[in-house]
């Protein structure tokens, strides 16, 4: 959700910043501009609507070796051009960009900017006109944004830059991550390494509180109060080509390919030499001293906690609540005594389950995150992380994080019940080595899955997914990855709960996806396909070897019944794909969404 760029050195930076805007363009936005310090004054460039729009509408035309750039993504004001970032202040020397929410911008324009004649409706515009109102007051550039920080409530990532120092930006963060990095010909400032690739892979991370001064062959970190912070670089473990798509159409499709590899990887990853599990001792320690566990997550993250759920539960005798973050951070319910919470998120950033786990460092429980971006803030101010090593996920619908989430809460169930000495118990790091290979043989039935979609798919208002047990998860997993990328409306539901009121939604050719792996209830919710097939319903049935009957549309290759989602829902997010693919959608960045959702 919005991205920054921001480079200043010896290259030319227009092209260096709408790379980078190009790479963010995966957490979703809606309109993007650039800025650019050329001989006497900022230039802007904004645009509504895509980077493209953005890189026709320069078109060579700036010049220039220092300047930042920004994705927006709605959130005071809609999508239009005066609304895109960068904001000036009104004399047009300070330019900024801005990512996250100021909570009170409504209340600092009111006080301090009665005399400024506002361009948008964006808080961010405030953030920029109030470093001006104090340096008309007499103070520096650096001052003035200091005393601002210290009045914005909310969450916020900027970067700052002024006409008469074209040798800095300044930044500084809340909530909102953000790096600074270290190029061979001059730095830059970036909401998410992979943006900043082409010119370094050498970041150091911010820190909520601090002001940074970016020159072209310094970055200088100071807290709030002026006092110098060192800190060591990283090296990001990226390649620029982890985050292209190569040779196919959408990334969307690159990663449910990648599947099968994520998940041999994560068990290397996870298995010492003896092939026993490799986990961080305190993480054991913690998981084992819990009485409970509360898994807290959002969308498909919070899907694959109610499968971790089901899997801990049956392997390890651990109760485990999964509850959704942004309901639980308001209408929390009783906690145990020694809860351990377990935070899943594929980018680390969601703010909704930010706010729950301060809440709970405030209340001085455990924390584990278990993500695919270990610097991210989740994992930053968790007391543990788990790494899902899924590699970056670019489509906005999530794939590959999913499977992997979902692997690597089989092996903390699997460590969990050895811990307490159940020896011969499901063994995860075997049976997922059956996953990979039976996701392989169903990412080699795009055909199949493509005709499906066009079968059961083209012209529809809406779909139903029916499941029971653990295949009602995987269904409700399947009906957002439709809903997300084809705009169809589209539900997941337990398969006995229909005739207590869906079914009334069921008409002539309404499609239902029904998905039976297991074996206890599958003449259960053969029966529920019946009864809509009764009321005109086009049925379309994923089964399992073990639970497959004549007539199946889709028979996956069989797996351990605790790790059945993990295949079954791969010709779900290959048949959500097609529909989309074929009903002319963007699919790998639907509209309205975005991949880090840092805003509640
Ligand atoms: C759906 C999707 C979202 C995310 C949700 C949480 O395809 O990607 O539902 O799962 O926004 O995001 P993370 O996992 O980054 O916390």
Not at 120 to 126: A, F, G, L, Q, R
Not at 497 to 507: M, R, S, V, W, Y
Not at 565 to 585: D, E, K, M, N, T
């Amino acid at each position: 959700m919005c991205g920054i760029v921001g480079y200043i050195g010896e290259q030319q930076v227009p092209e260096l910043l709408l790379r980078g805007l190009e790479k963010l363009e995966y957490r979703g936005y809606d309109s993007a501009g650039i800025a650019v310090v050329g001989e006497t004054e900022a230039e802007l460039f904004k645009e509504k609507g895509r980077i493209a729009t953005l890189r026709k509408s320069i078109n060579g035309k700036a010049e220039g070796t220092a300047g930042i750039g920004h994705t927006r993504w709605a959130t005071h004001g809609p999508p239009s051009k005066e609304n895109a970032h960068p904001h000036q202040s009104t004399s047009g020397r300070l330019t900024l960009v801005h990512n996250g929410v100021i909570e009170n911008f409504e209340q600092l324009k009111e006080e301090y900017l009665g005399e400024v004649e506002l361009a948008s409706d964006t808080d961010t515009e405030v953030i920029v006109q109030l470093v001006e109102v104090f340096m008309n007051q007499g103070d520096s550039v650096k001052k003035a944004f200091r005393k601002t920080l210290r009045l914005l409530k909310g969450s916020f990532a900027i970067a700052l830059i002024d006409n008469e120092d074209k040798d800095t930006i300044y930044v500084a963060k809340n909530k909102s991550p953000l790096l600074a990095g270290y190029g061979e010909d001059g730095n830059v400032v970036a909401s998410d390494s992979m943006a900043m690739l082409h010119v370094t892979k050498e970041f150091v991370e911010l820190m909520d509180g601090e002001v940074v001064t970016v020159t072209r062959d310094n970055i200088e970190i100071t807290t709030l109060d002026g006092e110098e912070v060192t800190r060591d670089s990283f090296t990001a473990e990226l390649d620029e080509s982890d985050t292209e798509k190569g040779t196919y159409a959408h990334y969307m499709l690159k990663e449910i390919d990648e599947q099968p590899f994520v998940i041999r990887n994560i068990i290397q990853k996870y298995q010492d030499e003896n092939h026993d599990i490799k986990l961080d001792p305190e993480v054991r320690e913690a998981l084992n001293e819990a009485d409970r566990l509360y898994i807290i997550a959002a969308g498909t993250s919070y899907h694959a906690g109610l499968v971790g759920k089901e899997v801990m539960e049956k392997v390890a005798g651990k109760p485990v609540e999964v509850h959704i973050a942004s309901e639980f951070l308001y209408n929390a319910p009783i906690v145990s005594e020694n809860p351990l919470f377990i935070f899943i998120s594929q980018s680390g950033e969601t703010a909704d389950s930010r706010g729950v786990l301060v809440n709970v460092k405030e209340q001085c429980h455990k924390a584990l995150t278990i993500t695919n971006v270990p610097g991210s803030t989740l994992s930053r101010e968790a007391d543990f992380t788990l790494h899902t090593y899924a590699g970056p996920e670019i489509a906005v619908a999530s794939t590959k994080a999913y499977t992997a989430q979902m692997a690597v809460l089989s092996i903390l169930a699997m460590d969990a019940a050895r811990s307490q000495g159940y020896e011969d118990s499901f063994n995860a790091i075997q049976e997922l080595s059956i996953v990979a290979t039976a996701m392989e043989t169903l990412c080699d039935q795009k055909d199949e899955m493509e005709m499906i979609a066009r079968d059961y798919l083209t012209d529809v208002r809406n779909c139903f997914f029916i499941g029971r047990a653990l295949d009602y998860h995987v269904v409700l997993e399947g009906a957002l990855k439709l809903k997300e990328i084809s705009y169809i409306q589209a539900e997941g539901f337990a398969g006995g709960e229909l005739k207590h009121g869906t079914i009334a939604l069921i008409e002539d050719k309404t499609p239902v996806i029904a998905v039976t792996t297991q074996e206890h209830v599958n003449l259960n919710i053969r029966g529920n396909v019946q009864e809509v097939d009764a009321r005109g319903a086009n049925s379309c049935i994923i089964s399992m070897e073990n639970t497959a009957k004549n007539g199946d549309q889709i028979v996956l290759p069989k797996v351990h019944d605790y790790l059945t989602p993990l295949a079954s829902v791969i010709p779900l997010q290959l048949i959500s794909y097609f529909a989309a693919l074929h009903r002319g959608c963007d699919v790998d960045k639907p509209r309205n969404l975005a991949k880090s959702v840092t805003v509640e």
